[in-house]
């Protein structure tokens, strides 16, 4: 026989109020739990009253109609072939070349590496016996360059390979563990920090490089957004602020770069203890910010004008504040 | 999921203008019904009504989301947009009393209206835009879309258990909320 707690009594009394409309025929079935369920079906009633009171929709809702068919007729004029991932990339020229010896670099390093065990580890996600390896080799790959811009474009690359994880985690409907975030912070402070020990002629390159690529993923992890359970909506909207928050510091960097090398250089930021309420919440992503974040051409990345202003954010809270700028680094 | 609407859909993954016109024609006014209901303003409903046929638009190459069920899946979009929206607002939407009574329709005139009348009506408004969005999704989908605890557990990804447990906090929370607006 079926248990029945409050919440089940609940919804089958107001199943019956659905059918009969009358809260004391119904109560009739539960004499024992009426005291209970009286206000709990007259405030079902209601809410139902309530949204009944809806204004018929405005002819045809002809402006939404509009808009997807013009939306598919742009699809059904796009190329349909997928693009590589790299190919969605646009570089600016002068970047392209600067990074494309570091990336030969990492290919060149992952080359030995592709033992049977870690090429199966490669594709795993989140939750496999054999996502360790996966991240071990990773962190094999750090340890093996020294080189600053080479560890840039690894750690972004890895950031990249977070966000392919959460996609496949997305469209499998399975839960984005909190790992994905902390990894992914990880890999965006290894690429911050990696920046500020450059050569001072390149540094400005390797954080418009940086901007330049978060802002790929933050477009990625909207689109997401469309796909995802509302299980995986806080952790999606969470690993977004963070790229958010790490463009906006790579921005600000670009203007003050004395004080970002000197904060970053001093060691490793303190890591991120929450996903959600915890720093990230330091920094609030304005629908203004969102969209100079995401509009803003690479071609003026380096000129301190794209830079924003510092009262679009609101206070951070850690004491190391920088005044210069408006936000902690 | 209807043969027809199946065949629909499929023609529609390949942006196919005429099924894609069809689709809409037949679930957007559901959907801004639920907008509506979610957002209190009739141009702002009109507006994400067209934006969730563009995230459909966007999403529907991946089978996997709609072959269940469509209509789910579209619900699902919906809320997913009012959460942003309300994000990109910043803020929860208060929309004025009056304003709400006055713009699209007159509740008070329309036979609709609860007999306890406009403050009893502000006040519920008032109290349901302070439940959580969850609270709020259960209650639309419940007793304004009419759907069954298994559907809507199926649209918010949930048990019906938990579906249960939420339906029963936000009636509890509400009818709180109004006996001390009441009391006010």
């Given amino acids: 026989m079926k248990a029945h707690t409050t919440e089940s009594l609940l919804t089958e009394s107001l199943e019956k109020l659905q059918k009969t409309r009358n809260v004391t025929v119904v109560l009739a079935h539960y004499p024992d739990k009426a005291e209970?369920?009286?206000?709990?079906?007259?405030?079902?009633?209601?809410?139902?009253?309530?949204?009944?009171?809806?204004?018929?929709?405005?002819?045809?809702?002809?402006?939404?109609?509009?808009?997807?068919?013009?939306?598919?007729?742009?699809?059904?004029?796009?190329v349909p072939?997928?693009?590589?991932?790299?190919?969605?990339?646009?570089?600016?020229?002068?970047?392209?070349?600067?990074?494309?010896?570091?990336?030969?670099?990492?290919?060149?390093?992952?080359?030995?590496?592709?033992g049977p065990l870690v090429s199966a580890a490669r594709t795993t996600l989140p939750g496999n016996p054999l996502y360790s390896l996966k991240l071990s080799s990773e962190d094999q790959l750090f340890a093996s360059m020294d080189d600053a811009e080479a560890q840039v474009v690894l750690a972004i690359s890895l950031a990249d390979e977070r966000v392919e994880e959460i996609r496949a985690l997305v469209e499998k409907q399975q839960a984005i563990p909190v790992d994905v975030l902390y990894r992914t912070d990880?890999?965006?402070?290894?690429?911050?920090?990696?920046?500020?020990?450059?050569?001072?002629?390149?540094?400005?390159?390797?954080?418009a490089y940086i901007i330049h690529h978060i802002r790929q993923q933050v477009q990625q992890l909207e689109l997401l957004k469309v796909q995802a359970t509302?299980?995986?909506?806080?952790?999606?909207?969470?690993?977004?602020?963070?790229?958010?928050?790490?463009?906006?510091?790579?921005?600000?960097?670009?203007?003050?770069?004395?004080?970002?090398?000197?904060?970053?250089?001093?060691?490793?930021?303190?890591?991120?203890?929450?996903?959600?309420?915890?720093?990230?919440?330091?920094?609030?992503?304005?629908?203004?910010?969102?969209?100079?974040?995401?509009?803003?051409p690479d071609s003026s990345l380096?000129?301190?004008?794209?830079v924003p202003a510092a009262p679009i954010l609101t206070p951070t809270p850690k004491p190391t504040a920088t005044p210069a700028s408006g936000i902690d680094f | 999921m209807t043969t027809r609407e199946?065949?629909?859909l499929k023609r529609a993954q390949a942006y196919d203008e005429q099924a894609i016109g069809e689709l809409y024609d037949h679930y957007a006014p559901f959907i801004y019904t639920y907008l509506y209901r979610r957002v209190h303003d009739a141009k702002v409903a009109e507006d994400l009504t067209g934006d969730v046929f563009v995230r459909v638009l966007q999403a529907i190459q991946s089978e996997r989301f709609w072959q269940t069920s469509f209509r789910g899946w579209l619900y699902r979009i919906a809320h997913n947009r009012v959460i942003d929206y309300y994000r990109e607002q910043s803020r929860m939407i208060q929309v004025p009393l009056e304003e709400h009574l006055e713009s699209d329709h007159d509740v008070a005139d329309d036979g609709n209206a609860p007999s306890a009348g406009r403050q009893a009506f502000q006040t519920l408004a008032s109290a349901l835009d302070q439940l959580t969005p969850d609270q709020q999704h259960v209650l639309v989908l419940r007793f304004g879309e009419g759907m069954k605890v298994h559907e809507v557990a199926a649209i918010m990804d949930k048990s019906t258990g938990a579906?249960?447990?939420?339906?029963?906090?936000?009636?509890?929370?509400?009818?709180?909320?109004?006996?001390?607006?009441?009391?006010a």
């Fill in chain 1, 186 to 207: 990880y890999m965006f402070r290894t690429a911050l920090m990696s920046a500020a020990w450059a050569p001072e002629a390149v540094m400005s390159n390797m954080l």
């Fill in chain 1, 81 to 114: 072939a997928r693009r590589a991932v790299w190919g969605n990339v646009k570089f600016p020229n002068n970047l392209f070349w600067k990074f494309a010896g570091a990336i030969a670099v990492i290919a060149f390093i992952l080359i030995p590496l592709r």
């Fill in chain 1, 230 to 296: 509302p299980r995986n909506l806080p952790m999606l909207n969470d690993i977004q602020t963070l790229c958010m928050k790490t463009q906006i510091i790579a921005m600000v960097a670009l203007e003050n770069p004395e004080t970002f090398r000197e904060a970053y250089r001093a060691g490793t930021p303190e890591r991120m203890p929450l996903p959600s309420g915890g720093p990230l919440s330091g920094v609030v992503i304005t629908e203004e910010l969102r969209n100079l974040i995401t509009s803003t």
């Fill in chain 1, 302 to 306: 380096l000129t301190p004008a794209t």
């Fill in chain 2, 163 to 183: 579906i249960e447990a939420l339906q029963h906090r936000a009636l509890a929370t509400l009818r709180r909320m109004i006996e001390q607006g009441n009391e």
């Fill in chain 1, 36 to 78: 209970t369920l009286h206000p709990l079906l007259e405030t079902a009633q209601q809410a139902g009253v309530y949204y009944a009171a809806v204004p018929r929709p405005p002819e045809g809702l002809h402006e939404g109609r509009q808009r997807a068919l013009a939306f598919a007729a742009t699809q059904r004029a796009a």
């Fill in chain 2, 6 to 8: 199946h065949a629909l």
